[in-house]
C-alpha cells in the first residue's frame, strides 16, 4: 500500500506541502524617470521697444498676418534692451495672455533691468542668461607694463563642414564659428552658425547665420530655395516661391543698414 504525504482535508484530498526557497529573486531597478540634456533651439526675439499693449498689439498682428504658419503656437523671447523707458517695469501678465491670444507662446525675457526679470519671474517667464550679442570686433586694451594699446584680436573657431545631405527635421548648428555644407539642406531641415554659412549645394530649408548677434554675418549659397534665411535675428519668411532672379540662383544674404539683403552672386 502506497502511503500519501501531504496534510490531509478530506478523504480523497491532500495539500502537498512545498518547500520554501531561501533564493530571493532580484528585482531589477526601473531607470531613471527623466534626463537633463542640452539642446539648441531657434526662437523668435519679440524687441519690446514700448509698452503700450495696443500698439504692440496692432504691430504683431500686422506682422503675424504675413506668416500665420510660422508664428503659430511659435515660442518667443522678449528682449527688454531698447525698451523706450529703460527702468520701466512692465505688466507680464497683461502682456502674456496677449501673445497667446495671438497664438504665440512666451517662454522668457533677456536683458532688463533686475525688477523687470522678477515681475518676468513671478508672471511665471524665463530669465534668459544666453543669445547676448557676440563681440567679433578688435577689441582695445592697454598692456600694464609699456603702457601701450594692444589689440586684441578675436580669432573665430574652426569651421564646421558638413558633407552629408541635411534632412527634414534635422538641424545643424556651428558653435563659434562658421558652418558649410557640402550637400542640400532640404525642406523642412534647419542649418545654423555663429559665424557664416556657405551652403554649396540647393538651400530648400532653414538658415540662419551671426545667432549670437553678428549682424557682420553672411549666407551664400550655390542655390536659393530657402524657406527662411535669418542674419543677426533679422529674417524672412518665403512661403511663395522666390523671384525670378533669385530662385535656384547662386546668392547671398546679408545686412545692410540693419536691413536683410538678398542679391544674386554675379
Known amino acids: 500500500m502506497c502511503k500519501q504525504s501531504g496534510t490531509p482535508l478530506q478523504d480523497d484530498l491532500f495539500l502537498e506541502e512545498t518547500p520554501t526557497s531561501s533564493v530571493t529573486e532580484k528585482v531589477a531597478k526601473p531607470g531613471p524617470a527623466v534626463e537633463l540634456k542640452g539642446s539648441v533651439f531657434t526662437l523668435p526675439v519679440l524687441r519690446l521697444k514700448r509698452s503700450d499693449l495696443g500698439a504692440i498689439e496692432e504691430a504683431l498682428s500686422e506682422r503675424i498676418s504675413q506668416s500665420k504658419k510660422f508664428f503659430e503656437n511659435a ?18 501678465a497683461a502682456l502674456c495672455s496677449l501673445l497667446r491670444t ?11 533691468s533686475a525688477e523687470q526679470q522678477l515681475a518676468a519671474v513671478e508672471a511665471g517667464l524665463a530669465v534668459l542668461r544666453g543669445g547676448s550679442v557676440q563681440e567679433t570686433v578688435a577689441a582695445e586694451s592697454k598692456d600694464k607694463k609699456t603702457g601701450e594699446v594692444v589689440k586684441q584680436v578675436v580669432v573665430p573657431s574652426k569651421a564646421l563642414v558638413i558633407d552629408q545631405p541635411v534632412r ?37 530649408g532653414r538658415a540662419l547665420a551671426g545667432v549670437l548677434g553678428d549682424a557682420s554675418a553672411r549666407i551664400i ?37 540693419m536691413a536683410l539683403t538678398l542679391v544674386p552672386l554675379r
Open 221 to 257: 549659397v550655390q542655390s536659393m530655395e530657402a524657406e527662411l534665411v535669418s542674419i543677426a535675428g533679422h529674417y524672412q519668411i518665403f512661403e511663395e516661391r522666390l523671384p525670378d532672379e533669385l530662385f535656384g540662383k547662386s546668392a547671398q544674404v546679408y545686412l545692410q543698414e
Open 102 to 112: 495671438l497664438q504665440l507662446v512666451p517662454v522668457g525675457v533677456r536683458q532688463g
Open 75 to 92: 515660442p518667443v523671447v522678449l528682449d527688454l534692451e531698447h525698451l523706450e523707458t529703460p527702468a520701466e517695469v512692465l505688466d507680464f
Open 168 to 204: 527634414s527635421g534635422q538641424q545643424i548648428y556651428a558653435q563659434g564659428g562658421d558652418l558649410i555644407v557640402l550637400a542640400p539642406v532640404n525642406a523642412g531641415a534647419e542649418v545654423i552658425a555663429d559665424g557664416n554659412i556657405h551652403i554649396y549645394a540647393p538651400l530648400r
